[in-house]
T-cell receptor, first 112, second 114 residues
Framework: DTAVSQTPKYLVTQMGNDKSIKCEQN?????MYWYKQDSKKFLKIMFS???????INETVPNRFSPKSPDKAHLNLHINSLELGDSAVYFC???????????FGDGTRLSIL | AQSVAQPEDQVNVAEGNPLTVKCTYS??????LFWYVQYPNRGLQFLLK??????LVKGSYGFEAEFNKSQTSFHLKKPSALVSDSALYFC????????????FGTGTRLLVSP
């Protein structure tokens, strides 16, 4: 039973389109995260929610908007996709911010 | 600001030999430190953490890490490497107090040859 699941696993789309990535965790954790991993494997936090409340919002373009309908779900919507958005996006969760995080297997976004 | 340095892009070791993957950190106050491993096309998996207590921390798959406060280091070690240990390893730090955000190092690729 997958602890943190992301859909879709692969996303190939045209520049300018709008797309969403969904994330669900069944661990009962209070905190969820979105990370971006670039082609050099650098991992950078984008957003973090705690009990549906936004607590971390890094320097991310406004085209990226997270949504947390409940504490088990954190979705990422991206408007007007650009070539530079191509990356692997990881969702993660933890019970508290100083506890180990559990990661999903990532969504590989490719912009044509 | 918090930061993590992993000075080696890649570490090569022969199977059966001991391995070390280096990590140094910078944080205001005391840190929580973590090691994660990433296999191809997978998310990061938690290996071990240091919060307080013994400086030598034992984790999954026979890995351990040594916390050294004076050198601000948290090197990952394993006495005998396996080919299956080949993967990308990330060190991460978060401050115990103040605004808490986990910061990752740039990753070190470990290659264990048969």
């Amino acid at each position: 039973d997958t602890a943190v699941s992301q859909t879709p696993k692969y996303l190939v789309t045209q520049m300018g389109n709008d797309k969403s990535i969904k994330c669900e965790q069944n661990l009962g954790h209070d905190t969820m995260y979105w990370y971006k991993q670039d082609s050099k494997k650098f991992l950078k936090i984008m957003f973090s929610y705690n009990n549906k409340e936004l607590i971390i919002n890094e320097t991310v373009p406004n085209r990226f908007s997270p949504k947390s309908p409940d504490k088990a779900h954190l979705n990422l919507h991206i408007n007007s996709l650009e070539l530079g958005d191509s990356a692997v996006y990881f969702c993660a969760s933890s019970q508290e911010r100083n506890q180990p995080q559990h990661f999903g297997d990532g969504t590989r976004l490719s912009i044509l | 600001a918090q930061s993590v340095a992993q000075p080696e892009d890649q570490v090569n070791v022969a199977e059966g030999n001991p391995l070390t993957v280096k990590c140094t950190y910078s944080v205001s106050g005391n840190p929580y430190l973590f090691w994660y491993v990433q296999y191809p096309n997978r998310g990061l998996q938690f290996l071990l953490k240091y919060i307080t207590g013994d400086n030598l921390v034992k984790g999954s798959y026979g890995f351990e890490a040594e916390f050294n406060k004076s050198q601000t280091s948290f090197h990952l070690k394993k006495p005998s490497a396996l080919v299956s240990d080949s993967a990308l390893y990330f060190c991460a730090v978060i401050a115990i107090t103040g605004f808490q955000k986990l910061v990752f190092g740039t990753g070190t690729r470990l290659l264990v040859s048969p």
